[in-house]
T-cell receptor
Framework: NAGVTQTPKFQVLKTGQSMTLQCAQD?????MSWYRQDPGMGLRLIHY???????DQGEVPNGYNVSRSTTEDFPLRLLSAAPSQTSVYFC?????????????FGPGTRLLVL | KQEVTQIPAALSVPEGENLVLNCSFT??????LQWFRQDPGKGLTSLLL?????REQTSGRLNASLDKSSGRSTLYIAASQPGDSATYLC????????????FGQGTTLQVKP
């Protein structure tokens, strides 16, 4: 298994541009989520999905959209990039939401918005 | 609102030392608590998960404990090695159906040869 994969690894955007961060997992996990990691703020939940066709907002959803058309993929879309969205983005997945289920994280995408 | 704190922010120890990393949380109504390792420029690797009904979990040289009544978890690393140098993050998962993890700021560990 490749686990949780994310592309691209690094991206530079100009303010106002849009882009999609890709996340895929090959473990047949139902639950997937997106976090951003910022110095002094730690990791914060952006959006999550409990299964194909179901998504919901996390702690910091503004400026981001998600969809979950398949179990494997959970892309994160930036509609109009802003410098405040400069961050490292992590995708995570787990089999479900049972108490004993570990969440597995991808390698991250570093985004710089100029 | 759940808050997770890790102290100290950084720790440097000589190789071979046993050490304890601390994590505290403000709301005892947690579903589970996970410890992660993060290497510079890399993703998070799950080390241990403790369910709310458990007191501790062990994996190799690592032992994590959970005391909900005091709002504390500790990660014990035995016989530390230079390869243990990394940032260690604890994350509390509140009760509920979001799967949301509340992360601490992390403790950056350096183990000197």
């Amino acid at each position: 298994n490749a686990g949780v994969t994310q592309t691209p690894k690094f991206q530079v955007l100009k303010t106002g541009q849009s882009m999609t961060l890709q996340c895929a997992q090959d473990m047949n996990h139902e639950y997937m989520s997106w976090y951003r990691q910022d110095p002094g703020m730690g990791l914060r939940l952006i959006h999550y999905s409990v299964g194909a066709g179901i998504t919901d907002q996390g702690e910091v959803p503004n400026g981001y959209n998600v969809s979950r058309s398949t179990t494997e993929d959970f892309p994160l879309r930036l509609l109009s990039a802003a410098p405040s969205q400069t961050s490292v983005y992590f995708c995570a997945s787990s089999p479900g939401l049972a108490q004993q289920e570990t969440q597995y994280f991808g390698p991250g995408t570093r985004l710089l918005v100029l | 609102k759940q808050e997770v704190t890790q102290i100290p922010a950084a720790l440097s120890v000589p190789e071979g030392e046993n050490l304890v990393l601390n994590c505290s949380f403000t709301d005892s109504a947690i579903y589970n608590l996970q410890w992660f390792r993060q290497d510079p420029g890399k993703g998070l690797t799950s080390l241990l998960l403790i369910q709310s009904s458990q007191r501790e979990q062990t994996s190799g040289r690592l032992n994590a404990s959970l005391d909900k009544s005091s709002g504390r978890s500790t990660l014990y690393i035995a016989a530390s090695q230079p390869g243990d140098s990394a940032t260690y993050l604890c994350a509390a998962r509140p009760s509920g159906n979001t799967g949301k993890l509340i992360f601490g700021q992390g403790t950056t560990l350096q183990v000197k040869p």
